[in-house]
């Protein structure tokens, strides 16, 4: 069965205007308050489908019928002419099964919890040390520059062997791939100069190795060195910019939250104030790509094979049947003390985020230590909002304290 | 209540380990699911009906439980 739109098609991706500044673009919701599965055409002028709903959302990350390879020809992108853009060997991010998994387990023992569990002291160090210079003499700072930045970006490069001082190069280059308003020729120049750098690290790593994830994936014979590099890139930029993203949005809300900032004190009720944060803020607001490879029955509508659809991981996390519930506020706010744990932030299915265990690490010592070195945290000035990038965040978050 | 795992569909996300250490682990060698124990105790009922429902790759299968508890 098909329903008839009973919505305008939806353009995407939807711009932040108006709403609130932590919340997805408002088209988001309000397209899910008509239906779990409504349309939406891309920039290229192809429909697709827009998925809301949680059940909806899940189905279309765990159902080999939905798929991810970015080569197929229906995938829905969402910039203007960027199908011309797609090379042979994406990194396995946009890759199925049995490819995808071959690859992603060349990593997995990377990102084990008990490995990253092990790492908390040298993330607490970090966390400390960024704080230090952050406070060193002074008693304002921007903290998306001085903190939330630096400090998965030190995590990230540490993990990977990749130098600290090359930072800016990479962090503007990853600026422009996430940039919704690049243009085709921007992506191309930032993609290649990203993979030329990694393809020059790994060359390196592999001639001399050190103890680090890019030398254990230099080494390796079943790896192609483009494959490789592809694999950096996308550990370089899932693992600085989500994070980054995620300490500046949780520290500015937060900030107008303050009777919840004890829920980050008990480290019983940290890991979950944690889950909610991600749950909350969801910074992939315009969602993730997938292909239709057959006809699926979703939420009322018949996806034929062929068409894209856009889980839209944030619309699930609100909703209400799931997160709500009596003794908690609207899904739409914050409470630190509601059980999060099924959120989507990380995604679902196969592809789940891998990183997943080192950004919680991460979030939990660089929040927690925050506001307990820096009690008396406060705005101090105008706040600015990446609504121009694909993963949602922060410019610039001026503090005193 | 009795859980088993396939370890084929486990891809590694660690949510068991996460949400249910005492029951789950990761292997040292190849990284998948590995149970710490197989017989349960009702206190971890929870913990392991929520792990199984979070399991992005369906790996984690719970038999012999009581009628279907929904919600958080």
Known sequence: MTTAPTTPVLPLPARHS???????????????????????????????????????????????????????????????GARELITDNPDFLRLDDPEHAR??????????????????????????????????????????????????SLVICLLLGVPYEDHDRFQSLSRTMLNRESTVEQLREAQEEVLDYLRDLTARKRAQPEDDVLSRL????????????????????????????MISLSTALLLEHPEQIPGLADPATLPGAVEELLRLLTIVHTGLPRVALEDVELGGVTVRAGEGVMAMLSTANRDEAVFGGAG?????????????????????????????????????????????????????????????????????????? | MQVSVDRDRCCSSGMCVTNAPEVFDQDDRDSLVRLRQTVLLPQ?????????????????????????????
């Open chain 2, 44 to 72: 971890q009922f929870d913990d392991v009906r929520l792990a199984s429902e979070l399991c992005p790759g369906r790996a984690i299968t719970v038999t012999g439980d009581e009628p279907a508890r929904t919600g958080a």
């Open chain 1, 103 to 152: 690859q992603r387990r060349m990593l997995t023992a990377e990102f084990l919890v008990k490995r990253v569990e092990a790492l908390r002291p040298e993330i607490q160090r970090i966390v400390d040390e960024a704080l230090d210079r952050m406070t060193a003499g002074r008693t304002t700072a921007d903290l998306v520059t001085d903190f939330a930045l630096p400090v998965p």
């Open chain 1, 18 to 80: 108006g709403g609130c500044p932590f919340g997805p673009p408002p088209a988001y919701p309000e397209a899910a308050a008509t239906g779990p599965v409504t349309r939406a055409e891309l920039p290229d002028g192809d429909l697709c489908w827009l998925v809301t709903g949680f059940a909806e959302v899940r189905t279309v990350l765990s159902d080999r019928r939905f798929s991810a390879d970015i080569r197929h020809p229906a995938f829905p992108l969402l910039v203007a």
């Open chain 1, 328 to 401: 908690h506020r609207a899904t739409d706010e914050l409470d630190l003390y509601r059980d999060a744990r099924r959120h989507l932030a990380f995604g679902f299915g196969v592809h789940q985020c891998l990183g997943q265990p080192l950004a919680r690490a991460e979030l939990q010592i660089a929040l927690e230590t925050l506001f307990r070195r820096l009690p008396g945290l406060r705005p101090a000035g105008e706040r600015g909002f990446r609504t121009e990038s694909f993963i949602y965040g922060m410019r610039s978050l001026p503090v005193t304290w």
């Open chain 1, 218 to 245: 230099a080494a390796r014979d079943d790896l192609t060195p483009d494959d490789a590099a592809a694999m950096g890139v996308l550990l370089l930029v899932a693992g600085h910019e989500t994070t980054a993203n």
